[in-house]
């Protein structure tokens, strides 16, 4: 497994935006922390997943301290690190059955964050994992 920095930073009235020094131009944001780091997530393990399938080879990471020398800006809020699994995610196509009033509800609020359904669902699922539900 390979972990990457992400700096998190924040401007007055915005979300908390998500970069990667390793991966200059992917980036990502959350209306809080929780999320910030939920969509940094996603958003690097889809930029590395694009990057391998087109042939390229994912660069060492940096040191914090270069990271941080790479990306320093005013409202450098934070930084976290981010670890890639050692294989590519595989996508699969799953058939569930979903009442048509909560499906409605599911697809409203993704809609109002940015979301697609699949990411939505993802992304409850690995809360509901993560708190040991």
Same mark, same amino acid.
């Given at each position: 497994m390979?972990?990457?920095i @992400?700096?998190?930073h924040?401007?007055?009235?915005?979300?908390?935006?998500?970069?990667?020094?390793?991966?200059?131009?992917?980036?990502?944001?959350?209306?809080n922390?929780?999320e910030?780091?939920a969509?940094?997530?996603?958003?690097?393990?889809?930029?590395?997943?694009?990057?391998?399938?087109?042939?390229?080879?994912?660069?060492?990471p940096?040191?914090?301290?270069?990271a941080?020398?790479?990306?320093?800006?005013e409202?450098?809020?934070?930084?976290?690190?981010?670890?890639?699994?050692?294989?590519?995610?595989?996508?699969?196509?799953?058939?569930?059955?979903?009442?048509?009033?909560?499906? @409605?509800?599911?697809?409203?609020?993704?809609?109002?964050?940015?979301?697609?359904?699949?990411?939505?669902?993802?992304?409850?699922?690995?809360?509901?994992?993560?708190?040991?539900a």
């Amino acid at each position: 497994m390979t972990s990457y920095i @992400a700096i998190i930073h924040k401007d007055k009235g915005s979300d908390y935006g998500v970069s990667f020094p390793d991966f200059p131009g992917c980036i990502s944001a959350g209306s809080n922390l929780d999320e910030a780091r939920a969509m940094g997530q996603e958003a690097l393990e889809a930029y590395t997943d694009f990057l391998q399938e087109e042939g390229h080879e994912l660069p060492a990471p940096m040191s914090l301290e270069d990271a941080i020398k790479a990306t320093y800006q005013e409202g450098i809020f934070a930084t976290m690190v981010i670890t890639l699994e050692g294989e590519k995610s595989k996508m699969e196509r799953v058939n569930i059955s979903v009442p048509s009033r909560d499906l @409605a509800k599911i697809d409203r609020y993704a809609k109002s964050h940015g979301l697609t359904r699949s990411a939505f669902l993802i992304q409850a699922a690995q809360k509901m994992i993560q708190r040991g539900a």
